[in-house]
Nanobody, 128 residues
Framework: QVQLVESGGGSVQAGGSLTLSCVAS????????MGWFRQVPGKVREGVAR????????FTPDSVKDRFAISQDGAKNTIYLRMNNLRPEDTAMYFC?????????????????????WGQGTQVTVSS
């Protein structure tokens, strides 16, 4: 069982920035990918950033490209999501996710990975 604990959410005005953090309870070398998703009530969970743990390659979809950036600190088993120029439509619950090798390859597909472990989420609210 992998535990993922997010932090850093909050309320911010449009144009502002936030950095989310996610600490994994396992050595991230046991993980192929980690990523960030967001979800608004009644809508499908949407991937916003992915990082390959081994080589650090990242992916962000066009919807957040140039505003969101994902990074990792392997020594701390932690990933980050830096969000700049936030917009009201970025308001959502943000979830950290991991593709844990030992858990197999079923799960939410995003950025070439299948995510099978999830954090509890951290709320981000952007006001206009």
């Amino acid at each position: 069982q992998v535990q993922l604990v997010e932090s850093g959410g909050g309320s911010v005005q449009a144009g502002g920035s936030l950095t989310l953090s996610c600490v994994a309870s396992t050595d991230t070398r046991d993980v192929g990918c980690m990523g960030w998703f967001r979800q608004v009530p009644g809508k499908v969970r949407e991937g916003v950033a992915r990082i390959y743990i081994g080589n650090g390659y990242t992916f962000t979809p066009d919807s957040v490209k140039d505003r969101f950036a994902i990074s990792q600190d392997g020594a701390k088993n932690t990933i980050y999501l830096r969000m700049n120029n936030l917009r009201p439509e970025d308001t959502a619950m943000y979830f950290c996710a991991a593709a844990v090798r030992a858990l197999g390859y079923a799960g939410n597909s995003f950025g070439g990975c299948r995510f099978n472990s999830w954090g509890q989420g951290t709320q981000v609210t952007v006001s206009s």
